[in-house]
C-alpha cells in the first residue's frame, strides 16, 4: 500500500522567502509522485509531476520539487515566496504502473507574510 | 473547454434524505473519481471507474452508491444523508488510473 506524509499541517513564511514544503512517500515500486494546490473555495490544479524522467521537476508559478529515492521524498520549494501563494497544497503518490488511484497527503497550508 | 463539471456547488440537506451529486467532463477521459475533503484528513477517495460499465470502492465507499453509464458522466448518490457526510466533495478525471488527475471545483454538502 502506498502513503504520502506531508510535514507540517501549516507553513509561515515572509514576502520573499523561501518556500520549502515536505513530502515524503512509501510505496513498494517505483512511485509518480505529484504536487496539487487548493486556492480557498476552489479545487485542485495541478503544480507539477514527477513520471520517472528527470529527477527535478519544474512546475508553473516558479515551483520545483526533486525526487530523491534514498530519502524516499519530494519536496516543493520555491525561492522567493509571493503572497498570491498562500493556499493548500497536497502532495499525492501512485505507482507507475497505473494500476493504482492516487493517495493524497492530508496537505500544507502556506501562508505568506508581507 | 469545461474539463470538470460538478453540481450542485452547495447543498443543505436533512439526516435521512437522498441526493446525487453530478458530474461530467468532456476530455474523453477513461478514469473517473470521487474524493471527500475534510478539514486535516486531505482527500480520500470514496470511489471510482476505470470506464463506463465498471466501477470499484475506494477508502470510504460506505453510504455512497456510484454507477457509470456513460464515458462523460460519473453521478455520486448518498442513499441516507448523514452529519458525517458534511463535507466538501470533489470529481476528478483523467485518461488513466494512476496519472495526473483534472479536478472539478467541488460541491459542498451540509447535512443537518
Known amino acids: 500500500a502506498q502513503s504520502v506524509t506531508q510535514l507540517g499541517s501549516h507553513v509561515s513564511v515572509s514576502e520573499g522567502a523561501l518556500v520549502l514544503l515536505r513530502c515524503n512517500y512509501s510505496?513498494?515500486?517505483?512511485?509518480?509522485l505529484f504536487w496539487y494546490v487548493q486556492y480557498p473555495n476552489q479545487g485542485l490544479q495541478l503544480l507539477l509531476k514527477?513520471?520517472?524522467?528527470?529527477?527535478l521537476v519544474k512546475g508553473i508559478n516558479g515551483f520545483e520539487a526533486e525526487f530523491k529515492k534514498s530519502e524516499t521524498s519530494f519536496h516543493l520549494t520555491k525561492p522567493s515566496a509571493h503572497m498570491s501563494d498562500a493556499a493548500e497544497y497536497f502532495c499525492a503518490v501512485s505507482e507507475n504502473s497505473g494500476n493504482t488511484p492516487l493517495v493524497f497527503g492530508k496537505g500544507t497550508r502556506l501562508s505568506v507574510i508581507a | 473547454n469545461a474539463g470538470v463539471t460538478q453540481t450542485p456547488k452547495f447543498q443543505v440537506l436533512k439526516t435521512g434524505q437522498s441526493m446525487t451529486l453530478q458530474c461530467a467532463q468532456d476530455m474523453n477521459h477513461e478514469y473517473m473519481s470521487w474524493y471527500r475533503q475534510d478539514p486535516g484528513m486531505g482527500l480520500r477517495l470514496i470511489h471510482y471507474s476505470v470506464g463506463a460499465g465498471i466501477t470499484d470502492q475506494g477508502e470510504v465507499p460506505n453510504g455512497y452508491n456510484v454507477s457509470r453509464s456513460t464515458t462523460e458522466d460519473f453521478p455520486l448518490r448518498l442513499l441516507s444523508a448523514a452529519p458525517s457526510q458534511t463535507s466538501v466533495y470533489f470529481c476528478a478525471s483523467s485518461y488513466e488510473r494512476g496519472r495526473a488527475q483534472h479536478f472539478g471545483d467541488g460541491t459542498r454538502l451540509s447535512i443537518l
Open positions: 514527477y513520471t520517472s524522467a528527470a529527477t
Open positions: 510505496s513498494s515500486v517505483p512511485p509518480y
